[in-house]
């Protein structure tokens, strides 16, 4: 048994760490206030599992709540926090009916006092300013008493399991946790393997963010656990995190350097040869790794144009055909022995194999609908590379807007456009039967450019199924001719600029409404959710359905179930989901009472 006091004291002096887990403090103001109910209460609050090695001891369970104690009692975050220190800033008790809330009405009868400010300050200043209002004096005898209660909850003791051995490697640690924790918080081996390097090279997560932050204003957002990923590649040759178990702290400082340097030579590559010069069409991102490792063994660079052409040949095939959606770790290690053993050549021959011989695009490759799916990317990547030109102007698209050709058809990829914003707005909601006549008489062959069929008969609302199907076709052509040449060290380069997407065109009513529910929910301490994305089966890599928003580490990063919501899914797609441990809504007001009710339950109050 450990006093949470005494726990805290270490914390401070270094000797138990907090370890700032990929998924950072996550906790939000409901369940800051149901710990301290329930510590106030004397109610079960659950038990320490610790982590003994290299002479550290790492908490790892019970980490956001030593951290939700260590806030609100030092008024300030431990080292190396990251979240939204809100969440535990401003916590009250009511002296009278002994509840917390994070805000004190304007009324002050009874009084509401600052918890942070009890622990900082003591209870002498407090006593004064109970004794200067009015109302307190009759029950100043209660309410010290309850005062004192709540500054005695932290010389509460707590139990405390401890992993210690050799044998006890980052995987089996990650296993102990998981089954101790079964149906909570998940821990992961690249939070582990992230704390230990922690452990030993305290400023690790901030080298790291700085290359995460530097990306990020060049339009590209990764995490720390990708960016692991990758520094993992270069130093074990191996896709397991718990590779870097053997690493010391040099090695992997110097691996992170490599890495990012290669993961900035590849992005310049993807930006000016493919034209994916933002995150929504930045696919394929598992195989960075792989070429962070072809890198590292090229020296940093690739040597020629060939050379260059077939890794990103490789590349846009991985993400088109989902190679590391399923079983990424296995898919990964093929690469990197084929990386080792046989260099880019190897990488296409292979990607050749798994795909049984053939590689080539097909029109059911656009089959999909919406900016998440696979082919988007590869619609955007032909629209950079082959100069496709506004049908206003007649003029190569700059700074275009997303446009559906039917406008009320649907979401299909074949159905998407780029237009100038001016275009788009003149145009509006005109079905394409009404201009598309005027667009090629004014500008021959601007139609052409962005692969509309040439029949007049396709143009029209009742043939909008042929008309999808002949521009899958004139889309399949197009990529295929574009990859050959890519292959063959012949493709063109997009031109200047970026086409940068209004994050607001294409906006729909659904999309409007999903908008408004994450922002909703964000409020009440959820994570952003991924939008309009594919949810793909871990074992086959086949994607189940498209999602209106999508939370796959659980409402908050680590803690529950996956979450999906899908407003248009089909029951078969939605039964496998639940299979694989999904937790389903079919409507953003299911989703909305599912949060209420989880964060009155967290706070111990009725929704």
């Known amino acids: 048994m450990t006093k949470l006091a005494a726990l805290l004291d270490q914390v401070d002096a270094g000797s138990v760490l907090l370890p700032e887990f990929q998924r950072g403090y996550v906790w939000n103001r409901d369940q800051v206030r149901g710990l301290m109910r329930s510590l106030y209460r004397g109610y079960p609050v659950g038990s320490l599992l610790t982590w003994e090695t290299r002479g550290d001891l790492l908490i790892l369970d019970g980490q956001q709540r030593l951290t939700t104690l260590y806030g609100i009692s030092r008024g300030r975050p431990p080292a190396f926090f990251r979240g939204d220190q809100r969440a535990f800033t401003g916590l009250r008790f009511n002296v009278e009916d002994e509840t917390f809330e994070f805000h004190a009405p304007a009324r002050a009868d009874p009084p509401w006092v600052d918890v942070t400010a009890l622990y900082t300050e003591g209870l002498e200043p407090l006593v004064a300013a109970l004794h200067a209002h009015p109302g307190s004096r009759p029950r100043i005898a209660a309410y010290l008493t309850r005062l004192a209660r709540l500054q005695q909850v932290l010389e509460r003791d707590i139990h405390e399991e401890k992993v210690t051995g050799a044998d006890k490697t980052t995987d089996v640690v990650v296993d102990i946790f998981n089954r101790v924790n079964a149906g909570g918080t998940r821990l992961s081996a690249a939070d582990l393997a992230l704390a230990k390097q922690c452990a030993h090279w305290p400023q690790a997560r901030a080298v790291m963010r700085d290359h995460l932050d530097r990306w990020d204003k060049e339009g590209f957002s990764f995490t720390l656990d990708w960016l692991l990923r990758n520094v993992t590649a270069v ?171 039917f406008p009320k058809a649907g979401n299909a990829v074949a159905n998407l456009c780029f237009l100038s914003q001016e275009t788009r707005m003149v145009i509006g909601q005109r079905p394409p039967g009404e201009y598309f006549r005027v667009v090629e008489s004014m500008h021959p062959g601007v139609l052409a450019s962005q692969w509309i069929p040439h029949d007049p008969a396709l143009w029209q609302d009742d043939r909008y199924p042929d008309f999808l199907a002949a521009r899958r076709e004139l889309l399949a052509a197009a990529a295929n001719d574009f990859l050959s040449g890519l292959l063959a060290g012949t493709a063109p380069a997009p031109g200047s600029g970026r086409l940068l997407i209004a994050a607001d065109a294409g906006s729909t009513p659904v999309t409007a409404l999903v908008t408004a529910l994450v922002a909703e929910l964000t409020e009440l301490g959820c994570a952003e959710p991924a939008l309009d994305c594919e949810v793909p089966d871990p074992a086959t890599g086949e994607v189940l359905l498209m999602a209106d928003a999508c939370w796959p580490e659980g409402l908050q990063p680590g803690q529950g179930a996956p979450v999906v919501l899908a407003l248009d899914a089909a029951a078969g797609d939605l039964d496998r989901l639940r299979e694989l441990g999904y937790d389903l809504f079919t409507s953003v007001d299911s989703l909305r009472g599912h949060v209420r009710r989880r964060n009155s339950a967290a706070a111990g109050v009725s929704a």
């Open 235 to 405: 130093a074990t040759g191996r896709a397991e995190f718990s590779s870097l178990d053997a690493v010391p702290v040099t090695a992997f400082q110097q691996a992170l350097e490599a890495a990012a340097g290669y993961i900035s030579y590849f992005l310049d590559l993807v930006v000016t040869r493919l034209g994916l010069d933002h995150d929504r069409v930045l696919a394929g991102r598992y195989a960075f790794p792989v070429v962070c490792l072809l890198l590292d063994q090229r020296g940093g660079s690739l040597a020629s144009d060939p050379d260059v052409g077939r890794v990103l040949y490789w590349y846009v095939h991985a993400a088109l055909r989902g190679r590391f959606a399923g079983s990424a770790e296995t898919a990964l290690n093929q690469d990197y022995g084929t990386v080792t053993s046989h260099g880019a050549d190897g990488l296409v021959s292979s990607l050749e194999r798994w795909r049984g011989g053939n590689l080539a695009v097909t029109a059911a490759d656009f089959d999909g609908s919406g900016r998440g799916s696979r082919c988007y990317p590869l619609l955007y990547l032909l629209t950079r590379v082959h100069g496709a030109h506004d049908f206003g102007s007649g003029l190569p698209l700059a700074d275009p807007q997303l446009h559906h050709v």
